[in-house]
């Protein structure tokens, strides 16, 4: 079953620690945090730094978590950036 929890407007850069700052708010709003077991998105540079910061978030909270190798690629996303 899938559910889109969020949908947030980023005003500042799009860069992975923004992008990360706004889902592990969301991630910590829903008490989700340690309940991460994928994370879909396209293979642009900003993404590393994402689940880079995500991962580092987990640990600092003692969460075991290795999020780059949850990250899922989107196929169509990459086929569009390429």
Sequence with gaps: EELLIDFCKIISEHSGA????????????YGLKDRIMG???DNA?????????????????????SCKK?????????VHLS
């Design 18 to 29: 923004n992008l990360a700052e706004a889902m592990w708010n969301t991630l910590e709003l």
């Design 39 to 41: 994370v879909v998105c």
């Design 70 to 78: 949850a990250w899922i690629c989107c196929l169509p996303h990459i």
């Design 45 to 65: 540079t900003n993404n590393d730094t994402l689940l880079e910061s995500l991962e580092k978030r987990c640990a600092d909270e003692e969460i075991h978590s």
